[in-house]
């Protein structure tokens, strides 16, 4: 079976640019939580969909949004790129919402000029 | 604000020896403590978790000990092994259901030297 996938799975844009990464989640998996990795971090909470309903978000400004289709598939947008937005962006799936049901994507490494 | 504090940054150890890496946490409403395992160039993966009505979880070479009065995890490799060169970050959740937030440690770069 295929794990959680990404796309793309890296892209340079410049400063107030927008951007939109994509993740699939493991066929049967219902909740999409999407994570900021900071070079040399540990990964930051964003967002969390389950049944297309946000359940959760981090400390995150406006910029960040996002979305979950009925497919279970989801997007994060990030507008006004500023440079600090440089990071991997993890994506991560859970079957009926149980962390231990969880996988992590391989990440978007996004940089920002 | 920093809920979770991880200890050491990096950690050699000889092959064959025993791996710690421990974490503290702040917020007395964590009931889920996992710890995921990253390889360059690869999201985390889980690699053991426990909840604070046991002391202690072990599968395999890997060991969770748990001391909730301290508000401490730690985590053990037994036989330690070059392919567990990574970097391993510790997390918590208060895992109800429905519930997927974690807040992660800032990791721990592992290295098994022969």
Same mark, same amino acid.
């Given at each position: %079976?295929?794990?959680?996938?990404? =796309?793309?799975?890296?892209?340079?844009?410049?400063?107030?640019?927008?951007?939109?990464?994509?993740?699939?989640?493991?066929?049967?998996?219902? =909740?999409?939580?999407?994570?900021? *990795?900071?070079?040399? *971090?540990?990964?930051?909470?964003?967002?969390?969909?389950?049944?297309?309903?946000?359940?959760?978000?981090? /400390?995150?400004? %406006?910029?960040?949004?996002?979305? *979950?289709?009925? /497919?279970? =598939?989801?997007?994060? /947008?990030? /507008?006004?790129?500023?440079?600090?937005?440089?990071?991997?962006?993890?994506?991560?799936?859970?079957?009926?919402?149980?962390?231990?049901?969880?996988?992590?994507?391989?990440?978007?490494?996004?940089?920002?000029? | 604000?920093? @809920?979770?504090?991880?200890?050491?940054?990096?950690?050699?150890? @000889?092959?064959?020896?025993?791996?710690?890496?421990?974490? !503290?946490?702040? $917020?007395?409403?964590?009931?889920? #403590?996992?710890?995921?395992?990253?390889?360059?160039?690869?999201?985390?993966?889980?690699?053991?978790?426990?909840?604070?009505?046991?002391?202690?979880?072990?599968?395999?070479? #890997?060991?969770?000990?748990? $001391?909730?009065?301290?508000?401490?995890?730690?985590?053990?490799?037994?036989?330690? @092994?070059?392919?567990?060169? !990574?970097?391993?970050?510790?997390?918590?959740?208060?895992?109800? #259901?429905?519930?997927?937030?974690?807040?992660?440690?800032?990791?721990?770069?592992?290295?098994?030297?022969?």
């Amino acid at each position: %079976d295929a794990g959680v996938t990404q =796309s793309p799975t890296h892209l340079i844009k410049t400063r107030g640019q927008q951007v939109t990464l994509r993740c699939s989640p493991i066929s049967g998996h219902k =909740s999409v939580s999407w994570y900021q *990795q900071v070079l040399g *971090q540990g990964p930051q909470f964003i967002f969390q969909y389950y049944e297309k309903e946000e359940r959760g978000r981090g /400390n995150f400004p %406006d910029r960040f949004s996002a979305r *979950q289709f009925p /497919n279970y =598939s989801s997007e994060l /947008n990030v /507008n006004a790129l500023l440079l600090g937005d440089s990071a991997l962006y993890l994506c991560a799936s859970s079957g009926q919402g149980r962390l231990e049901t969880q996988y992590f994507g391989p990440g978007t490494r996004l940089l920002v000029l | 604000q920093q @809920q979770v504090k991880q200890s050491p940054q990096s950690l050699i150890v @000889q092959k064959g020896g025993i791996s710690i890496i421990n974490c !503290a946490y702040e $917020n007395t409403a964590f009931d889920y #403590f996992p710890w995921y395992q990253q390889f360059p160039g690869k999201g985390p993966a889980l690699l053991i978790a426990i909840r604070p009505d046991v002391s202690e979880k072990k599968e395999g070479r #890997f060991t969770i000990s748990f $001391n909730k009065s301290a508000k401490q995890f730690s985590l053990h490799i037994m036989d330690s @092994q070059p392919g567990d060169s !990574a970097t391993y970050f510790c997390a918590a959740s208060t895992a109800n #259901f429905g519930n997927e937030k974690l807040t992660f440690g800032t990791g721990t770069r592992l290295t098994i030297i022969p």
